[in-house]
């Protein structure tokens, strides 16, 4: 038992969170499949690949509505599992359908993959309003590292198999193999039994009251629009994707190991700060790994300019150092926001909120995903003409640092304050029930 919470540090609550991360990690499976399947059966270009690539991150974008829905309209009594039950039905059947007539036509791939990508998104939503429940301050950090701990597992199974799975398999028999993850996580997720105040919905307008007085206050939402701007980043991994198939003609089977190693990566960050960082303070740790991050991101530039080889450099050694760095201080970059972000959500809206912070950060790599695009249409660099890529990449980089200078706007040390100050009527109504029902 935890002394400070005496809540059992396994629980079956936390056994369906850790499944929850893992079928979201591991559905990435097919990730590598759709790329693949836009770029040689449908034959887009990297910008248009980038467009339908953000439409299916909308639902992301919309994460609130989901949090408020999952708040605030139980199923059958049931706000959390029923939910992930229905979803992963959902997502289920959205990959068979992917499978038997998403592979036709691109209109319906984007539509099915929109599909999925709600349902994934709700049971996403669910999952981290468990963790939430789950976290008092001072466990923060650690059961927002299990929770990512367990997504990035998932990751790297499905990083380890997407390539190698498409040498031996076609993307319908794939797309087929993916839609048995979600399956399994609502099968399993029957089990979930809720506690009476996890079942008890907020009245949708008191729901967004709370959300409000929350959110208007400067403390709040002046560190989450710092957050954006840190997020919007111009991104270049659809470029990147022709340009590591098309001119370094690398193999499903290398971009999978690609993608294996960036997991690895995420996943030595997630120990690292688990176990030795996560006492750090927030403004430290986030400095040093953004600057980090910066010089590491313009590593890619001696890649895309060929100076690696005549450094000596092979493509494909190069790019899986470059890859495991970026992607371990990528993650060693984001850890402390998602902390934070769980650190700041007040009781009884946890999925609402937590929500709300995280969609921030999906619509700031929207943004920056479709304003990459339009900067790579605008720059004419396409799949047969890379010559200004490097100009991009460097253009790109100055969006890491440029929010630097208002750091100073979050600062952790006010949240337990700022949140007493804010709800006292919430903590009195919860302190009323628990003495009636002493007394009863």
Known sequence: MSPKTNIPLINLTQIIVGIVAFSQGVQHLADLSIQYLYKDDFHVSPSKMGVFVGLTQLPWIIKPIWGIICDSFPILGSKRKAYIVFCGFLSFIGWQLMAYVGVDNVYVAVSLLIMISSSVCICNVVGEALM???????????????????????????????????????????????????????????????????????NIKEVLS???????????????????????????????????????????????YLKFISCLGTLLAILLYRNYLKDVEFKKIFLTTTIIFFFCYLSTIPLVTRMNVQWGIDDRFFCLGDSVILQFIGELNLLPILVY???????????????????????????????????????????????KLYIFIALSSLFIILPLPWIHLINEKKIPLEQDIQYPQIQDIEEKEKLIADAE
Not at 160 to 171: A, D, E, P, R, V
Not at 177 to 201: G, R, V
Not at 354 to 382: P, V
């Open 341 to 387: 972000a769980c650190k700041i959500c007040p009781k009884n809206i946890e999925a609402t909120m937590y929500a709300m912070l995280m969609a921030t950060m999906n619509l700031g790599t929207f943004a920056g995903g479709q304003l990459g695009n339009l900067i790579l249409y605008e720059m004419g660099i396409n799949q047969q003409d890379y010559s």
């Open 132 to 202: 939430v429940e789950q976290c008092a301050n001072d466990h923060a950090a650690n059961n927002v590292s299990v929770f990512f701990g367990f997504k990035a597992a998932g990751g790297l199974i499905s990083a380890y198999f997407s390539g190698m799975l498409l040498m031996y398999l076609t993307k319908k028999q794939i797309f087929m193999i993916n839609s048995l993850f979600p399956l399994t996580m609502a099968l399993l997720s029957l089990k979930l039994k809720e506690t009476q105040q996890t079942q008890q919905s907020q």
């Open 210 to 256: 709370i959300f409000w007085t929350f959110f208007s206050n400067p403390k709040i939402y002046q560190p989450v629009l710092l957050i954006l701007a840190f997020m919007m980043v111009p991104s270049s991994s659809s470029i990147m994707f022709y340009f590591y198939t098309e001119v370094l003609h690398f193999t499903p089977k290398f971009m999978g």
